[in-house]
């Protein structure tokens, strides 16, 4: 709202610096890659029940969750999803953050094609003479 107030020219004429604090966050890079969908929900729970645990104590509470999924190529997807209302419930966010995975393609790459990056042309290693 503070963004569309400032772009309309409306609101408070005092500038505050003031922000809510750091953002907590974790990154985890697992020594072999999680490919069961069972084994990546269990440890992304954990992740964000440690997380709240940590926001919690902090005194703070937790209004948005970002997954990051990198494949073994380290081409990158992120998905945010806001709670319906700030919590410090760990079972909300956990929640939150096992129902985002399901955004996430979770087989083969991500996805994405670098930028620049041409596909091969020719024929298909099939269609070749031998």
């Known amino acids: 709202m503070a963004g569309r107030q400032l772009a309309l020219g409306t609101g408070s004429t005092r500038v505050s610096s003031a922000r809510g604090g750091p953002l ?3 990154v985890i890079t697992f020594p072999r890659d999680l490919t069961a969908a069972a084994d990546i929900e269990q440890r992304l729970d954990e992740i964000a029940r440690e997380l709240t645990g940590e926001v919690v104590a ?3 509470t937790v ?14 997807r992120t998905r945010i999803t806001t709670l319906p209302a700030p919590s410090q419930d760990r079972c909300d966010v956990a ?6 995975l399901e955004r996430f393609e979770l087989t083969g790459r991500c996805g994405a094609r670098r ?4 596909p091969r042309r020719g024929r298909h290693a099939s269609q070749r003479s031998r």
């Open 58 to 60: 902090a005194g703070r």
């Open 63 to 76: 209004r948005r969750v970002r997954g990051r999924r990198a494949d073994r190529h380290l081409l990158t």
């Open 115 to 118: 930028p620049g990056r041409v």
């Open 95 to 100: 929640g939150a953050a096992v129902a985002l």
């Open 24 to 26: 907590a966050s974790h």
